[in-house]
């Protein structure tokens, strides 16, 4: 069978990376490996194929509250729902990623429903762990976002849980795309190249990276670790459990 995620090719990063970082890490890290899933057991062999960036790690035994690592600004362009939304979610993805796709077009829209009824914050983080081509369209769903057209242009990069490489991941072709879309052509130019999306499009890489992210699709779910496009019953099963765990307290 195959697998539920795509690995990243081995890069350096540099910078100081914080302790709940590192303990994230530890977490992303071991379920890359497939050791465990996110409740301690052991990971079926088709939600993981990754690269092992580095030693063997096991699981920490309580989890460090990943949910810090959800922005919940107003101004953030890449995200779905309230900013005070009972759940939130951050996925860390990739325009080349097949996984990413299958999970963008078979589970993104019932979870884009929860943010509509304002239970779940959504935030979009592209790790871009293929490459050029990658951060590129990345910049380009920015751009479109500048025009509140993110989900609209990220439903075209993942169009029929395709994927577009090469000449298809052009200026020209996602230029081409943003024209499709209605888009002011030459402000969406300008904004892909502009620093602000430089800025936001790699912070957003060297958090997910950072977090050890090595493979994509992967989540937090009101900060629980999950890899891989599993399915959508996953995800819901999930969500609604979060949902309870809010009533609750």
């Known amino acids: ?10 890069r350096r990063w540099a910078g100081l990376v914080l302790a709940l970082v590192a303990i994230a890490a530890l977490v992303f890290v071991a379920l890359n490996l497939g050791n465990i899933n996110s409740d301690g057991q052991a990971a079926p062999n088709d939600q993981s194929a990754v690269q092992q960036p580095g030693e063997q790690t096991g699981a920490t035994e309580e989890m460090p509250d990943l949910t810090q690592f959800e ?4 101004d953030d362009l890449l995200a779905a729902g309230p900013v005070d939304a009972p759940v939130g979610i951050v996925v860390f993805s990739d325009y ?13 829209p019932q979870v884009l429903d929860y943010a509509k009824d304002g239970k779940v914050r959504i935030e979009w983080r592209d790790v ?22 993110f ?22 072709s996602l230029t081409g795309l943003a024209a499709e879309l209605g888009l002011d052509t030459e402000q969406f130019a300008k904004d892909l190249k502009s620093e602000q999306a430089a800025t936001v499009i790699e912070g957003n890489a060297q958090l997910g990276l950072q977090l050890g992210v090595y493979s994509t699709p992967a ?4 900060g629980e670790p999950v890899m891989g496009a599993q399915p959508k019953d996953v995800f819901i099963d999930k969500i609604e459990s979060a949902l309870a765990a809010q009533d609750a307290n």
């Open 71 to 74: 922005l919940r600004a107003a």
């Open 219 to 222: 989540f937090l779910i009101d």
């Open 151 to 172: 989900w609209e242009y990220h439903d075209e990069l993942f169009a029929g849980s395709a994927i577009r490489k090469g000449a298809d991941l052009s200026e020209k």
């Open 96 to 108: 080349q990623c097949k996984f990413c796709a299958k999970w963008s077009t078979e589970t993104l």
């Open 1 to 10: 069978m195959e697998n539920q995620t795509e690995a990243k090719p081995k």
């Open 128 to 149: 871009n762990i293929f490459g050029e081509d990658s951060e590129r369209a990345s910049l380009a769903s920015y751009a479109a976002a500048k025009q509140g057209k």
